[in-house]
């Protein structure tokens, strides 16, 4: 139990050192005073710039003169204030979220700020939901600044208001703030949040000593972080960390009965969609399945073994799954598949919905993978025109700009992520449909087509590649991820392997089929890569599933019934208790990815075909 305290120290401090350094990043608003701009100035790019306030904040003139001169010099259409007495909490709400120094340039980037007050393009206001006129709340504002961010991907900026002050009625509405601003993902945040207090305690049991230092680094971190910094001055800073165990747990209940009563009002997502689920169930399951399949999809092979019988470990949604294996060209299917009725019931809330904010949470950390993913194109086209095939909402697309600028990037998907993604500026053209039936439409317009990690999801995945032999344009790029089938972790951690993800995941490819069937289409194959390609999260992502096996999430509308506070606090109880064995899971999928192709560890591959 020593282990555990120990660890918590280093965690505390390694966290406090970083959010220290982005602290360190955050630019101060240079206050230079000029005559007071109108409500509406024009800035040099023709656009205008509104200073929109949530109730009770006051901003001077020096301040709105100083902002609207920033994103002149800058080209910026968002400018977000943050007061210089913004108190500890939100602060370090701020910096969990935010890296001030790569905050503009990161596409990527969460919407995220003071809460106070916002310099924004009067065009934006609607897209975000913001009022043309009049004072918003709060809450409206913390709303807005979620999605300015997505909406001006490299034109936003947060800095440091020295004149700004925090405003008593924003602070009063702390707990609808911090609901709105984590969403679907507030339950789960609150428990990580709380999760190494709770450790510490509970190792105070077995070795005090080590227990109470652990606890007098955690109480102090608000101080390792903000102490001694020149312009953000917290008046709470010092009371904040003595009773930091009293006050963050107070403050995170705060939000979840925020959370609570705002569904009790109506409002609950959940039960709202209870109702539809419970009907498709009792109607029963087979009608979501084809028949059972005699031969392989891929070669027609009749030589077919069992390789995996699994459940739904991804959402828990009920149904059993069994996946073949072909014998004769090693291809891996879901046996029998869905339908697309199936699909559409599997799918639900699994990427929108009520796993949206998760989904999108996600996606936005991943810029690190996606642009390696487009540079793979470099050393053979600079591409004018770039189609993603199941862009969802087209993240891969908005940071790809960062290294194709000029390029115009093209998005397709079946979900509503698509009209997002064209609202937001993240594609400039978006179709929804099935692929293989908009094809034909628009033949050879593209220099490169990418399918990342879509093939595997398709129920006819060799139609899916005639579908891009016929959008790209001649000597135009395929450029194709996937999950690789032959990865050892694949028989080592068996249906526990994330990869699996069943039903969504219908097909796994031998890397050699996609190789012969694409130049079975006229392309050639330029590279494979495996490690490039590779996803370190193995261990991690199979540790949480099985940790929801133990505890599954029972707040979902495909149970029958809403959980009982017992099954709510033993499910907390359980990913607590297995947090360790999540962070041993990061370390060793981090110490392994070095040398995870070498030990044939990569899950993914990729190949990327040039049409001749």
């Avoid at 073994?305 to 149904?319: A, E, F, H, I």
Wanted: proline share 7%.
């Amino acid at each position: 139990m020593r282990v555990l305290p120990v660890a918590a120290v280093l965690v505390t401090v390694l966290d406090a050192l970083a959010k220290r350094r982005r602290l360190a990043g955050l630019p101060v608003l240079p206050l230079v005073p000029r005559q007071r701009s109108g409500e509406s100035e024009v800035d040099g790019q023709g656009a205008a710039l509104r200073m929109v306030r949530a109730k009770g904040v006051v901003v001077d003139q020096v301040t709105e003169v100083a902002a609207r001169e920033l994103a002149k010099r800058d080209g910026l259409s968002v400018v977000n204030l943050v007061p210089r007495d913004l108190p500890t909490s939100r602060v370090l709400d701020l910096l969990h979220e935010v890296d001030p120094r790569t905050h503009r340039q990161d596409r990527q980037a969460k919407g995220h700020g003071g809460g106070h007050a916002v310099l924004v393009e009067q065009q934006l206001l609607r897209k975000v939901g913001l009022p043309q006129r009049g004072t918003p709340s709060a809450v409206e504002l913390a709303k807005a600044e979620k999605e300015l961010k997505p909406h001006a991907a490299a034109r936003t900026q947060v800095v440091l208001a020295p004149r700004l002050w925090s405003s008593p009625a924003v602070l009063a509405d702390d707990a609808e703030v911090l609901r709105v601003r984590h969403g679907s993902r507030l339950g789960p945040n609150a428990a990580t949040l709380l999760t190494i207090p709770a450790l510490i305690v509970a190792s105070g049991l077995f070795s005090p000593g080590w227990a109470f230092a652990a606890l007098a680094a955690w109480s102090a971190h608000p101080l390792m972080v903000l102490a001694g910094n020149r312009h953000l001055k917290p008046a709470d800073l010092w009371s904040y960390s003595l009773l930091r165990l009293v006050r963050e747990p107070k403050r995170l209940v705060a939000a979840l009965r925020a959370e609570a009563e705002h569904r009790a009002g109506g409002e609950d997502p959940v039960q709202r969609r209870r109702a539809a689920y419970q009907a498709d169930i009792e109607a029963g399951l087979d009608r979501f399945f084809e028949p059972e399949r005699a031969d392989c999809p891929w070669c027609h092979g009749t030589e077919l073994t069992v390789r995996l019988r699994t459940s739904d470990l991804n959402q828990g949604k009920p149904g059993e799954f069994k996946v073949d294996e072909c014998r004769s060209c090693g291809h891996i299917f879901t046996n029998p598949q869905p339908t697309a009725e199936g699909l559409g019931f599997y799918y639900r809330d699994a990427y929108d919905g009520l796993n949206e904010d998760m989904i999108q949470g996600i996606f936005a950390t991943r810029r690190g993978y996606f642009q390696p993913q487009a540079e793979t194109v470099r050393p053979h086209i600079t591409p004018e025109k770039w189609l993603d095939v199941g862009t969802g909402h087209g993240h891969f697309c908005n940071a790809a700009k960062e290294v194709w600028p000029d390029t115009s990037f093209h998005g397709l998907d079946m979900s509503e992520g698509i009209g997002i993604a064209e609202s937001r500026g993240w594609v400039e053209r978006g179709y929804r449909g099935m692929f293989v039936d908009l094809a034909p439409s628009m033949p050879d317009r593209y220099d490169v087509v990418s399918m990342f990690h879509y093939l595997e999801h398709s129920k006819d995945p060799q139609l899916e590649l005639e579908a891009a032999t016929k959008v790209l344009r001649p000597g135009g790029y395929l450029l194709i991820d996937v999950p690789d089938p032959a990865c050892r972790w694949a028989k080592l951690l068996g249906k526990w392997w994330s990869i699996w993800l069943q039903p969504q995941h219908l097909h796994f490819f031998p890397a050699q089929n996609l190789r012969e069937r694409l130049s079975e289409l006229g392309c050639t194959v330029v590279l494979e890569q495996h490690a490039e390609a590779h996803q370190p999260a193995d261990l991690l992502i199979s540790t949480w599933t099985a940790l929801r096996a133990v505890a599954p999430e029972r707040d979902v509308p495909w149970r029958p019934e809403p959980p009982s506070t017992l099954s709510r606090i033993a499910r907390g109880v359980t990913f607590a208790a297995g947090t360790p064995l999540m962070a041993a899971g990061v370390l060793a999928d981090v110490a392994l990815k070095d040398v995870a192709e070498k030990y044939g560890l990569c899950n993914s591959y990729r190949l990327l075909a040039r049409k001749d």
